[in-house]
Every structure is written in structure tokens, then in C-alpha cells.
């Protein structure tokens, strides 16, 4: 079997995130042909290199231009010979399925789909036109995945075929991920942290999506209470973002910007995992599966998260869910797990590290995965191909 992964980029996000988790797993990596960007670069690009999967891109750029990379595309899939085409995230299934279609080639698509849709009007100009043309095209792929139940609902009800519908949730390594009392110390003694301050921690991009502006927002009401340590990490969560340099100077006073904590994008986010008390995933829309959100539950560490995309189907008890863009609602929900006794809390994350362990682990997500491949190859007739194509003597 030879499964090419087709992917928008491979820069730091969620699906790309997804994909080299998958990737570690020998039986995933095994199966693959090779991964392939529209666009350049990128941190993942270099992570799945180092593993030995072929990585390459098409140097594509965005918008309407990437249409002229369609014969790129087509030669990428010709060349690799795959037996199914796996693609992540909407622009990687809106081109494979329109370059089948020029092609007339009866390519075994599989679409992956790590978006949450609450309403379009949430999304940019040119998200919302992708969208619709992807639900247009949807009869072409064999299976669409979805990584939350929210999310296929919401795909449904823009027109998605869902007769194709898969949902495969996020997978996490449990092995790797442990609570780790010896790195907490550490992190909290390298942040200057007191043994006695409560840390939230905002791990998270800056973007409209994880709404920063409702998260600083509900915790400039924590803050006066010395407590609080507020902790955020990200690409963009700096002073050299003015829009988020502006939030941070509207909500904080000189007295309380002291206990507010930025340390930017950084690699190490198990440590920061470690080191926090309480994680809030603040997310306005889009969040299908927040990996911040499975990361955070799988050390233990319990969470607050706004009511997007399958957060309260992930959190079960062990944390607490809130509707998206109520700063008040957040800020009443970080107070209340921070009153808690600390037993209370520590309770709520072996809870928390139980369930991701029966539902969530990367082994057996990878392994859903596979059957999918396989089923999908089958039922296209691509496994015979595949067969010919090894009894075929070589030169």
C-alpha cells in the first residue's frame, strides 16, 4: 500500500501537528509514499524529513495563484503512483479533487477535515468561497474524515456528502506524555513562578480564532489577586504583534502586567504543560479537536475551554465548558478550578489522563487510520493495482 499525504503546509498548526504524530507511529510511516505541501517550508517540514518520509512541495501560493500549480500537483501524484491520496485541511482536497477532475483520473481520495464551522460568517472572504466549493466537490472523495462529531454536523448542514463522513478523533502518546513533577520544578523555577501562584497558561497562536482578546480580557479580571500567574505562549503573542501589544496594554494595568507572563513560540510546550495549574483553550470558532486541549487533559492538567468544536465531549468531568466569547463566563470558570482544594483539582486530572487514555491514545487513532486507508484502497481496486505493480519485473 502507498498512501501520499497531500497537505496545505507544514507549518505549525494543528494538522500538521496531527500528521507527524501519526508519522512516528511505524505502521502509519511504513504505509507512506510520501508527503507532499502545496507550499513550502515549515517546521513539519524538517520534523517529517527526520523521520525518512520524502517530504517535498509544489511551491504554490495562496489564493486564486494556486490554481497555476494544478499540473505540479498532477505530476506529484503521477510520480508517486499512490494507491490512496490522503488530503489535509480544505485547500489540499479542493485541488486534488479539481486535478482528478481536469485529469479525468478516478483518483481514492481521502479528505481530512480539522475545522469546526459555527457560522461562515466567522471565517475570512476567501475561507467562507472554499468552503462552499468544497462542499461542491465533496461527491469525489471516498471518505470525509472529520476530527470531531461537531464538526461533520456543521459539514452536513453546508452541504458535505455525508454518506463519505469518518470521524477520527486527535491522538496522543500517552508514554510521552506524563505528568512530570521534576520538569513542573524546573519550568516554574526557569518562569519564576512561586510554589503558592496559581499558573494559567494560554498556549495558542495569535489569531482571531483563539480569541486572545476574550482571554486577556477575562484574565485581567484575575490578575489583581496576586495568586494568578498568567502565562501565554504562541507565534505572534508578543510586544512585536501591535495588535496583541494594544489588548495586552487596554486590560492590564501597570500594577497587574507584572503577573502576566509572555514567552512567545516556543518548542518546549510539554514543559509549559507541566508547570501550569489550570490550561484554558479560549477558542472563538473553527476548533474541531484542540491538541492543546488533548495535551493538557493527557498530563493531567485540568482545563477550562469554550463550547467549540467537541471540547465538552473531550473534557467529560475532568474540566469545565464555557460558551465561546464571554470573557465573564471564562473568567468565573478559571476562579472556580482555582478555589478548588487542590486534591479536588489533582482528582479532576487523573480523570482527565484515564480518558484520553481509554479513547484518545495515537496508537490506536493511527491504527483507525490505516483501516481506513486500506478500505478505501480496496474498495477503488488500487490494492490489486498495487499487487501487479510489485509481481511487475524490474529492469
Not at 495563484?65 to 510520480?79: C, D, E, Q
Not at 463566563?329 to 480518558?355: F, W, Y
Request: glycine share 8%; proline share 5%.
Amino acid at each position: 500500500m502507498r498512501v501520499l499525504h497531500l497537505i496545505t503546509g507544514l507549518q505549525r498548526g494543528g494538522a500538521e501537528h496531527m500528521l507527524y504524530k501519526l508519522l512516528e507511529t511505524d505502521g502509519f510511516r511504513g504505509e507512506t509514499a510520501a508527503v507532499v505541501s502545496l507550499t513550502p517550508g515549515g517546521v513539519f517540514a524538517e520534523k517529517i524529513a527526520a523521520l525518512g518520509v520524502p517530504v517535498e512541495d509544489l511551491g504554490m501560493r495562496a489564493g486564486p495563484a494556486a490554481l497555476a500549480g494544478l499540473g505540479r500537483l498532477r505530476k506529484a501524484i503521477a510520480r508517486h503512483r499512490p494507491d490512496v491520496v490522503h488530503c489535509w485541511m480544505y485547500h489540499a482536497g479542493v485541488l486534488a479533487a479539481v486535478a482528478a477532475r481536469l485529469g479525468r483520473l478516478d483518483l481514492p481520495l481521502i479528505w481530512n477535515i480539522r475545522h469546526s464551522v459555527q457560522s461562515l460568517s466567522d471565517e475570512k472572504r476567501t475561507t467562507r468561497a472554499v468552503i462552499r466549493l468544497a462542499a461542491r466537490l465533496s461527491q469525489r472523495p471516498k471518505r470525509i474524515v472529520y476530527n470531531s462529531y461537531t464538526a461533520a454536523e456543521e459539514h452536513h448542514a453546508l452541504g458535505y456528502r455525508e454518506a463519505a463522513t469518518e470521524v477520527i478523533p486527535n491522538g496522543f502518546d500517552l508514554e510521552r506524555l506524563r505528568p512530570n513533577p521534576e520538569l513542573r520544578s524546573a519550568t516554574r523555577r526557569a518562569l519564576e513562578i512561586a510554589d503558592n501562584q496559581i499558573a494559567v497558561l494560554h498556549l495558542a497562536r495569535f489569531h482571531p480564532m483563539k480569541d486572545h482578546a476574550g482571554f486577556l480580557e477575562a484574565a485581567a479580571r484575575l490578575a489583581p489577586d496576586r495568586r494568578y500567574v498568567i502565562v501565554l505562549a504562541g507565534s505572534g503573542v508578543g510586544a512585536e504583534t501591535p495588535l496583541f501589544a494594544r489588548l495586552l496594554a487596554e486590560r492590564f494595568t501597570a500594577e497587574t502586567r507584572p503577573r502576566v507572563l509572555l514567552l512567545g513560540e516556543r518548542d518546549d510546550a510539554e514543559a509549559l504543560l507541566n508547570a501550569a495549574d489550570i490550561v484554558c483553550v479560549s477558542s472563538a470558532y473553527g476548533e474541531g479537536f484542540s491538541n492543546v486541549l488533548g495535551e493538557a487533559l493527557s498530563l493531567g492538567v485540568p482545563c477550562v475551554a469554550t463550547k467549540v468544536g467537541d471540547a465538552e465531549r473531550i473534557a467529560g468531568g475532568a474540566g469545565l465548558v464555557v460558551p465561546p466569547r464571554s470573557p465573564e463566563a471564562l473568567a468565573e470558570a478559571l476562579r472556580a478550578l482555582a478555589d478548588e482544594p487542590a486534591e479536588r483539582r489533582a482528582a479532576r486530572g487523573r480523570a482527565a489522563r484515564e480518558r484520553m487514555q481509554r479513547e484518545y491514545s495515537i496508537p490506536a487513532v493511527a491504527d483507525r487510520y490505516r483501516r481506513l486507508h486500506a478500505e478505501v484502497a480496496a474498495a477503488s481496486g488500487a490494492a490489486a493495482g498495487a499487487a501487479a505493480r510489485a509481481a511487475r519485473p524490474t529492469r
